[in-house]
């Protein structure tokens, strides 16, 4: 399984941007995908999470100003984020875990979220 993200740019703060993840073989429901992001000299953190059953959970730093989903019949997901802040820009990467068996943890390639104040 391959994971493509994809969406980030460079916006203001106060601005908008959509991420996207999707992804290309074989996914299986019990799943959950989420958005992690690292910031320059940080670690990599929990943004935003959805289970295969809807389930969401956000960081607090974002909570109230993104809004994740996925489409499980296209294999999708997707990160809206507004009100950008400067402290939101890192690289953003997306993930599909899956706990039990088939187990997988698959990762996407980063995509770059600078906001500028």
């Known amino acids: 399984v391959q994971l493509q993200a994809s969406g980030g740019g460079l916006v203001q703060a106060g601005g908008s941007l959509r991420l996207s993840c999707a992804a290309s073989?074989?996914?299986?429901?019990?799943?959950?995908w989420g958005w992690y992001r690292q910031a320059p000299g940080k670690g990599r953190e929990l943004v935003a999470s959805v289970t295969s059953g809807g389930r969401l959970n956000y960081a607090d730093s974002v909570r109230g100003r993104f809004t994740i989903s996925r489409d499980n019949a296209k294999n999708t997901m997707y990160l809206e984020m507004n009100s950008l802040e400067p402290e939101d820009t890192a690289i953003y990467y997306c993930?599909?875990?899956?706990?039990?068996?088939?187990?997988?943890?698959?990762w996407g390639q980063g995509t770059q979220v600078t906001v500028s104040s």
């Open positions: 993930n599909a875990k899956r706990l039990w068996l088939p187990r997988y943890d698959f």
């Open positions: 073989g074989a996914i299986f429901s019990g799943d959950v």
